[in-house]
């Protein structure tokens, strides 16, 4: 592997990386707040994927597609906390997570009725639809800007968690949901609002992949499964933690598949079981633990 | 409590029991095929809900041992060439042996990480099998060979002899396991579900016995594996990945955690639901998923808690004597 | 029969427990009493073993236990009950004192057996609910009993291990007078093989059953002596016993 291989695979890696970062975020802050893990965080992103490919060939835009997609997750993720979750606390986490994954199949199945089996895509933007040339490298610019679209978000969550109100009460309630709630705080609409945040973003993440991936029904598990991961290994309810967790496992997977192509798939489940046993919450949790 | 549960349960088990017989002489090849595959499936289900129902110990990996157990079988005897009857209790041996090891370090973590590793410890054997040039990668293994039962009178070839030979299978595990279960030991792991602080306060060593009953589970898991690599006379890493290890859950899950009989029902119902309702609409898995979500809702027994609406006749307990 | 020498624990700057030392001989009746956050349930998890402490010992019966985790205390003859019901809540009384008594002769390692037919297993768990005044309720879930009867169960359960030391933390904590009564009497009974430490709140209560008291402030203790010693020290009535006292 020479130099510029190297770093189209760094790129590559990192692309992968701010994509499971967009799903991966939205987990993990409920995972910390709530106590639980969406297993239907899959769903949502593949209900992105399709609304946004729908639009994109009625309206022909890309961008049309980007901003219909996150909604419409939001929508059903809303759906899913009134119908189902909200009813749910008194249950405990191990029963919601279980409903979530029943859904994993009626979306799958849901998704094949109103779209079809086939796979779709959606094109990339006109003004992303070429490689640039940089550094004697050549790489699609998509690709960049799905990189640049990642760090954005990661900023901005990172902005809004650390300067707005909610990111307050979100901080607290990861923390310590007592005092948080003694704060005089609607903790319950402040949770709810995040979910929504997160389903959007896992819609985002949808449309985002689109033009990369292929759109199909079962993608959501493709995705799941890493993403979980990604939550596992940084540790639930960090921003920071699905940050640099999505790092690591985009990078430790495109490495993988280069390095030893033969047990890629190997790497990323090994990674976090090793991680599980050396930290049983997370590798990042401890270090920004409460 | 106990007493009446045990009765109300050995009676669904023997209805079920009967029906299975009543298929193996009234259906044709197919359905006999179909018989097998369910005794198959209900053992496998009844394994997980050892961990599932009576520990609480959510499993979202057990087709790691349900595939060992199948691949172990397979190599044994198309490589080794060793006889069936010393082939299967090795292979059984070789799941439980994976299952006391990858148990080891599973338990050490809990609740909704359990499933995290577990999921990750099964998507590791499947990786590992899809790529394995040993193993036949993505293809498997295929004319495992049957053993000879001539002795017997009886041919794994037929479909009418491997569900007769599954259908008894499942009754003897069924037996096992509601003897063990009900024992001290299986006791000891109902109150690890139901507290397990406290378990430890009192001095039980809940690791220990997570550690077994997760390789009981893995055992039985095993020898459903082997069973299957029997029936389908083939081995393939789709037996490994992870949806296996869903769709055992839901059985365990729709049939009534924690009763072993519901399980089993649940495997048959999984099996009919798929078979017909696929005939019907190519959406199947909506109509399932949604019945496991009213499930879990609404049911914490599941289907074997219907049976509880039946009017049993009262057993009198010695205690109440 | 249980020894602490020099408990130390800090969890971040605060320090929970500070130089704790206690001895409880055989058949001790001794309390911990305390204000809220002096270091009660902390001391009385470094004894259990549910924390590590940062420096000193713990010792059952002359053996160092400081490195055990609780589990293995238990099996040594140290358990406690929780401040907190904790209880096996879906299983019936019956059950719930089978199971304490069948984790504490380790008839779990027994798999084909009935749970119901160990020998003597059900007549034993009859016999220990009624030392702890709940033969009445032995077929009913735990979950549908009263919450005073389910305290009453939390000393039962730890009861069936037979322990040499027995921790009790606020066994009369939310009980109504007539409960805290029938709670009292039933420690006070509690046979004299067993040495028992029991934090209380109520003083009353702390005042019949013990024979020593220790007073924790701060981590650390502020006095140790018999109730009328601990009554009549000048620092323990300004402190904690306040008006009660005058």
């Not at chain 2, 370090?105 to 590992?128: D, E, K, N, P, S």
């Not at chain 2, 060979?145 to 794994?156: F, K, V, W």
């Amino acid at each position: 592997m020479d130099i510029a291989d190297l770093a189209t695979q760094s790129l590559n890696g990192l692309q992968f990386a701010m994509l499971l970062f967009l799903l991966a975020v939205g987990l993990s802050v409920v995972f910390g707040l709530m106590n639980f893990v969406n297993l239907a965080h899959g769903t949502l992103y593949m209900v992105g994927a399709f609304v946004g490919f729908s639009v994109a060939t009625r309206t022909g835009s890309y961008w049309a597609a980007l901003a219909a997609g996150p909604v419409a997750a939001a929508l059903l993720g809303a759906a899913f906390y009134f119908l189902l979750l909200k009813r749910m606390q008194a249950a405990g986490p191990m029963k919601q997570v279980l409903v979530t994954f029943g859904l994993i199949f009626v979306g799958i199945d849901a998704v094949r009725w109103i779209w079809g089996e086939d796979s779709q895509s959606i094109l990339a933007p006109t003004a992303f639809g070429e490689s640039v040339q940089f550094l004697g490298l050549v790489y699609p610019s998509y690709r960049l800007f799905i990189i640049a679209l990642g760090l954005a978000v990661a900023l901005l969550l990172h902005l809004g968690l650390e300067r707005t109100r909610l990111g307050a009460v979100v901080r607290a309630g990861v923390d310590d949901p007592v005092t948080a709630a003694s704060l005089g705080i609607n903790v319950d609409l402040a949770f709810f609002g995040v979910f929504c945040l997160g389903c959007a973003l896992a819609g985002l993440g949808g449309v985002v992949a689109a033009p990369v991936l292929q759109v199909y029904p079962g993608m959501d598990v493709a995705i799941l499964i890493p993403t979980l991961i990604v939550v596992v290994v940084g540790g639930p309810g960090r921003l920071s933690g699905a940050f640099w967790g999505a790092l690591l496992i985009g990078m430790a997977d495109t490495f993988g598949k280069v390095l030893i192509p033969d047990f890629s798939s190997f790497v990323i489940y090994a990674v976090m079981a090793l991680v599980l046993l050396l930290r049983p919450s997370g590798l990042l949790a401890a270090r920004h633990g409460s | 409590m106990i007493g009446d549960e045990d009765f109300r349960r050995h009676c669904v088990a023997a209805a079920l029991l009967s029906a299975a017989i009543l298929a193996l002489v009234l259906s044709g090849y197919a359905g006999r095929d179909r018989l097998a595959e369910i005794a198959i499936l209900a053992i496998f289900a009844m394994s997980l809900d050892v961990l599932v129902g009576f520990t609480g110990l959510v499993s979202l990996g057990h087709a790691l041992f349900y595939g060992l157990g199948a691949y172990a079988m397979a190599a044994f005897a198309t490589m080794l060439k060793l006889p069936a009857g010393l082939a299967i209790p090795l292979a059984v041996l070789v799941a439980a042996l994976a299952a006391f090891l990858v148990g080891i370090l599973a338990i050490r973590v809990r609740g909704v990480f359990f499933i995290m590793i577990t999921l990750a410890f099964g998507q590791m054997g499947w990786a590992y099998f899809q790529r394995s040039r040993t193993f036949g990668g993505i293809g498997g293994i295929s004319g495992i060979g049957q053993p000879d039962l001539d002795a017997i009178g009886l041919s794994l070839a037929n479909p009418a002899d491997m569900a007769l030979i599954a259908v008894v299978a499942a009754a003897l595990v069924y037996l096992a396991l509601a003897r063990v279960t009900a024992s001290p030991f299986g006791r000891m792991l109902v109150a690890i579900h139901q507290n397990e602080s406290r378990a430890r306060a009192l001095g039980l060593p809940v690791q220990s016995y997570k550690l077994a009953a997760f390789t009981l589970a893995g055992a039985v898991a095993g020898l459903a594996g082997v069973l299957a690599a029997e029936r389908t006379n083939f081995v393939s890493p789709d037996l490994l990945v992870w949806t296996v290890s869903g769709e055992v859950l839901i059985m365990v899950i729709v049939g009534g955690l924690g009763t072993l009989v519901g399980p089993a029902l649940g495997a048959t119902i999984w099996v009919l639901l798929r078979d017909n309702l696929s005939a019907l609409t190519p959406y199947w898995m909506l109509a399932m998923g949604l019945f496991f979500v009213a499930v879990v809702l609404f049911a914490d027994e599941g289907l074997y808690g219907l049976t509880a609406r039946i009017p049993w006749p009262k057993r009198r307990r010695p205690s109440d004597a | 029969m249980l020894e602490a020498r020099g408990l130390r624990k800090s969890f971040g700057a605060l320090e929970a427990t500070r130089d704790v030392s206690l001895a409880l001989p055989e058949g001790a009746r001794h309390a911990v009493v305390g204000p809220n956050g002096s270091g009660k349930t902390t001391l009385f998890n470094l004894l259990t073993g549910e924390l590590r402490p940062d420096e000193g010992q713990v010792f059952l019966a002359g053996k160092d236990i400081t490195a055990l985790p609780p589990n293995a205390r238990a099996r040594a003859g140290l358990t406690r009950s929780f401040q907190k019901n904790n209880l096996f809540l879906d299983l019936t009384v019956r059950e719930n004192l089978a199971l304490a008594l069948a984790i504490g002769e380790r008839a779990g390692t027994v798999f084909w057996r009935r749970f119901e037919r160990v020998p003597g297993l059900l007549a034993r768990a009859e016999a220990l609910a009624e030392r702890v005044r709940l033969a009445d309720v032995l077929g009913i879930p735990v979950r549908a009993l009263p919450y005073g009867t389910q305290r009453q169960l939390e000393v039962g359960l730890a009861l069936g291990i037979e322990p040499k030391v027995l921790l009790l933390d606020e066994p009369t904590a939310g009980m109504s007078a007539e409960e805290t009564r029938a709670m009292t009497s039933l420690i006070a009974g509690l046979p004299r093989e067993i040495a028992v430490l029991v934090i209380e709140h109520d003083m009353e209560v702390v005042f019949e059953i013990a024979e020593r008291v220790t007073v924790l402030d701060y981590g650390r203790i502020l006095a140790e002596g018999t109730p009328q010693e601990v009554r009549a020290t000048e620092a323990v009535r300004r402190r904690y016993l306040g008006e009660r006292a005058q």
